[in-house]
């Protein structure tokens, strides 16, 4: 799965003035350059200091460019030291050293400092070229093509050309800051990545201790004395929930402790009530090593989106259940949604929202009218009329729902389109918002909002209902002073389907997080409801 380098073109010399500088001629003569030429001739596999090296030609187009002049060596071999130094601290990546041939490095730069015999030398230039341009690929566009994992996947990953990244590195001679200048630009990667190294640190230490089970139906709350309050203290101090200044370390639940199981709930996802119950439990006996391969996992992620994501975007948390527009690089709305259920999941994708509809039908999905809506129509077609729902033929002659014998027609054979008039038991809500794309998902409101005060909410059918559907429409039509907030507001109550297209589309990205830093600071987990963190930790094991 891992994306290699060999697609690169064998092209883009060098300037003829640094090559005559090198002085190609009497380096042809040399036994260094004399080994790499006759080790990068022909197809055959690469191998030096007992690995591997899988980016063969584009090591090879990065000698060819410099007339086979070693590149590590004399010198220079202060630059293959500050590339061990980064390897070494890949962990702080979220990657692991010994993907990047950290023990063969390290011992090539040792050998050609104890003894800088060619072969030596020709070990150190192989395998530094192939770590920086390996590791380099990997903090800029991840380990894994996405697009293995999840074929819904549309993004395109942020593309150098990484001969040329090493080129410029070694000529200004700063490959400590031209690797770490690769990462994902973004805040929330950076946030995210400096809470990798305070839980590897929890890690290390040992962790946190489990809390013993409470079993269905049982709850702690406030003033309950029991012996799993002592657990649970312990447990809230390691993650620093609970601050040890308002810790008694008793077995009374007592407020303080309220405070913090309130704090651990809200950045797991959980329903805020500090009600100690089994679900709240098992995310505290989540280990904080399994946190850590999660945020790994998720730091992955964000090298696998692109280099902009545009000025002013909408994000789409699909687990975190949560919409987020960005303008400039700050959040302007935030609003929770419903997502899919884990048998009809939200797609991960992105789409450029153009149009937005007042008052739409609802044209209900096939498979849900034969699947769900015919069975309801066999047991009681009154039904339809009460929900305003218009039965259509192929040929766009609009029936009355009492007039057909639906006991006739089953899931295989239902020859009509279903579609529900605006109102209020319409489930798409007042107002839709459009970026067309092949899975047909698009935000829309919703005639059932208690849904929103769910903690876990896949309740729909693959689209996103939104809490504040007119707050977005007002940002969204705000540019156009015909368009007030009593003037959206008819709109949506109005009945009358109406499209209304905007000004420019706006980038919706429909991502997958299950592990965060919020612009607090405070660091947050969520359910892998689709499952979808396991598929990036079993490929990322397979490498």
Not at 62 to 85: C, S, V
Not at 315 to 344: M, S, W, Y
Not at 516 to 536: K, P, T
Request: hydrophobic share 40%; glycine share 6%.
């Amino acid at each position: 799965m891992r994306r290699f380098l060999f697609r690169l073109p064998a092209q883009a010399f060098l300037a003829c003035g640094l090559l005559f500088a090198l002085g190609a001629q009497a380096l042809a003569d040399t036994p260094v350059h004399a080994e790499l030429q006759a080790r990068l001739q022909g197809n055959a596999p690469l191998q030096a200091g007992g690995v591997s090296l899988d980016n063969r030609a584009a090591i090879k187009r990065f000698y060819a460019d410099r007339a086979y002049a070693p590149a590590w060596n004399g010198k220079q071999l202060a630059q293959a030291q500050a590339l061990l130094a980064q390897v070494a601290a890949a962990r702080d990546e979220g990657l692991h050293p010994a993907d990047y041939h950290h023990a063969a490095l390290k011992a090539a730069v040792e050998s050609v400092q104890k003894a800088p015999t060619p072969q030596a030398q020709v070990q150190l230039e192989l395998i530094a070229t192939d770590t920086f341009l390996a590791f380099g690929h990997d903090l800029l566009s991840g380990r894994l093509d996405p697009r293995e994992i999840d074929t819904t996947w549309t993004l395109k990953p942020r593309s150098r050309d990484m001969v040329k990244v090493l080129q410029q590195a070694l000529q200004q001679q700063d490959v400590a800051a031209a690797l770490p200048a690769l990462d994902p630009p973004y805040p929330g990667f950076v946030r995210l990545r400096e809470a990798l190294g305070t839980l590897r640190q929890q890690v290390a230490a040992g962790g946190w201790a489990p809390v013993s089970a409470i079993a269905k139906g049982e709850k702690l709350e406030v003033g309950a004395q029991d012996p799993r309050i002592v657990e649970i203290r312990n447990r809230l101090l390691v993650s620093g929930d609970l601050d040890a200044t308002h810790n008694d370390g008793g077995e009374l639940y007592d407020e303080a402790l309220a405070e913090a199981v309130r704090r651990f709930q809200a950045r797991h996802g959980l329903t805020e009530d500090a009600v100690i119950g089994p679900a709240t439990v098992w995310a505290m006996n989540i280990t904080a090593r399994e946190r850590l391969a999660q945020i790994e996992t998720n730091l992955e992620r964000w090298r696998w989106l692109p280099e902009d994501l545009g000025y002013r975007h909408i994000l789409i948390n699909i687990p975190g259940f949560e919409l987020t527009v960005e303008e400039g690089g700050k959040a302007v709305l935030q609003a929770k949604v419903v997502v899919g259920t884990q048998v009809k999941p939200t797609p991960v994708f992105t789409g450029q929202m153009k149009y937005l509809v007042f008052s739409p039908y609802w044209n209900v999905p096939h498979s849900i009218a034969s699947q769900e809506l015919l069975p309801q129509m066999q047991r009681n077609p009154e039904r339809l009329s009460r929900q305003k729902m218009q039965v259509i033929t192929s040929g766009g002659q609009v029936l009355d729902p009492n007039s057909v014998n639906w006991g006739a027609y089953s899931q295989g054979d239902f020859p009509f389109r279903m579609r529900q008039m605006p109102g209020t038991a319409n489930p798409l809500g007042r107002v839709k918002f459009m970026f067309p794309n092949k899975y047909d998902v698009y935000l829309h409101d919703t005639s059932n909002p208690g849904l929103f005060e769910r903690s876990q909410r896949t309740f729909s059918h693959g689209c996103i209902r939104i809490s504040k559907p007119k707050e977005l429409a007002e940002y969204l039509l705000g540019h156009d002073p015909k368009w007030t907030e009593a003037s959206i507001d008819a709109a949506m109550n109005s009945g009358r389907e109406r499209s209304v297209p905007l000004p420019e589309p706006v980038p919706v990205h429909m991502l997958y997080w299950t592990a965060w830093v919020d612009e607090q600071g405070v660091l947050q987990f969520r359910n892998d409801i689709y499952q979808r963190d396991r598929a990036v930790v079993r490929a990322l094991r397979a490498l």
